[in-house]
């Protein structure tokens, strides 16, 4: 019987470079596990932000958007249907510069491959 090791091993890197490759595309996007943790962002989001990825890995969400504080970002393994909601009628959220400057964005939530743990993609764009 052959071993389905490197079958889930290969399925498992195949998910991490879909997304690094979805990760690194042009708008500033963050990606954050259930907990709201970033697991990595792209150089948009730096200079967006003015953050070195260094310094936003493994952070809290609300470190960048500060209303994201106390919020459930999934439901049951999904989007929150709220923010899902906010996000598609283009309801600014309070971004945070790293010279303390708040500046209004709109979010999008995608969520991310099946590679065990629930992740979205956070894309954020600074509102006109």
Known sequence: MASTEPRRQSAENTNRQDDATTLESDPPALMVDERGMICDCNRAIESLFGYRRSEV??????????????TELMLRGHV??????LSRI????????RSGELFPSNLFFNELGNSGSPRLRVIVRAAD
């Open 57 to 70: 890995v493994w952070r809290h969400l609300s470190m960048l958007l500060p209303q994201m504080q106390g």
């Open 80 to 85: 929150n249907p709220k923010l899902q909601f």
């Open 90 to 97: 283009g309801k600014p959220f309070a971004a945070l510069d």
